[in-house]
Each structure stands twice: as C-alpha cells, then as structure tokens.
C-alpha cells in the first residue's frame, strides 16, 4: 500500500512541474521583422547585420542582408537595436499581446559623429625637433648603410 502511495505522488508531483512550465511557456513569443533605413535618396531598404539583443540577458541575433530578424522572447522583455554608425534604438514588447507571434518593423536612423581633426607630431614643437634633429648621432656605421 505504501509501494502504491509512493508511486500516485510521484505522478502527482511530475504531472504539476509540468503545468508549471506551461505557465512559463505561454509567456515566450517569436518577435520578428524587418530592420530598415534610409537611403541617399530617402528610399527605405533593409539594413543588415544589425545587433538584435534582449536587454540584460545574453541573448540576440542579428538581421540578416535582407534586414530580416526573428528571435524568442518574454512579455514585458526590451529589445535593443543597434549597428555602428545607427542610433540604438530600444523597444519593449508589451504584455497585452493576445497572440504568440509579434511583428516589427524597425527604421534605424544614422548618428553623425564629427571628430575633431588631429594633427599628431613626433615632438611637441619645431625647436624640439631642431634639437633632437641635431642631437642624432651619426657614425660611421650609419653612413655605410
């Protein structure tokens, strides 16, 4: 009899770990879509290689070089868009979705970033160079050459 007992509560407890991650699993969705940009003459087209990642977690892709991207994620998780040369761009998935698949379209805009010029010089100044130009030890050996 307790043989009997033993076995219906393991059934039990397996049968409720199991509807636990069903609970978790109707959370999950797939977020896809399209990552785009302007164009020179202000037509849209796909941007590739783009970095799709869930913020805080390690998880990501990327589009792909038709701009498509597709990638599982939580109700309520933030996607965070970004490229080198395109603004990062944040957006949250909300948790009224009432299906298992979500949709996005996303227009990347480019970040101008203007460097000042740089001019590097091997001395801070021309009587610098005038006096480490004549400090220069030339031999014989270095004439040879």
Not at 52 to 69: N, P, Q, V, W
Not at 117 to 125: K, L, N, T
């Amino acid at each position: 009899m307790k043989i009997t007992y033993t076995i219906l509560a393991l059934f039990l407890s397996l049968s409720l770990m199991g509807q636990e991650e069903s609970t978790t699993d109707d959370k999950l969705i797939q977020f896809s879509g399209v990552v785009v940009t302007k164009d020179s003459y202000g037509e849209m087209v796909p941007l590739p290689y783009t970095t799709i990642a869930i913020e805080g977690t390690g998880r990501g892709t990327y589009s792909e070089i038709d701009g498509f991207f597709s990638i599982v994620a939580s109700l309520t998780d933030t996607i965070v868009f970004s490229r080198v040369g395109y603004q990062t761009v944040r957006h949250g998935i909300p948790d009224t979705l009432d299906s298992k698949f979500y949709s996005w379209y996303q227009i990347m805009s480019q970040d101008d970033v203007l460097l000042p010029e740089a001019v590097i010089y091997p001395w801070p100044s021309r009587e610098h160079y005038k006096i480490e130009f004549l400090a220069l030890d030339v031999s014989n050996e270095l004439r040879r050459r």
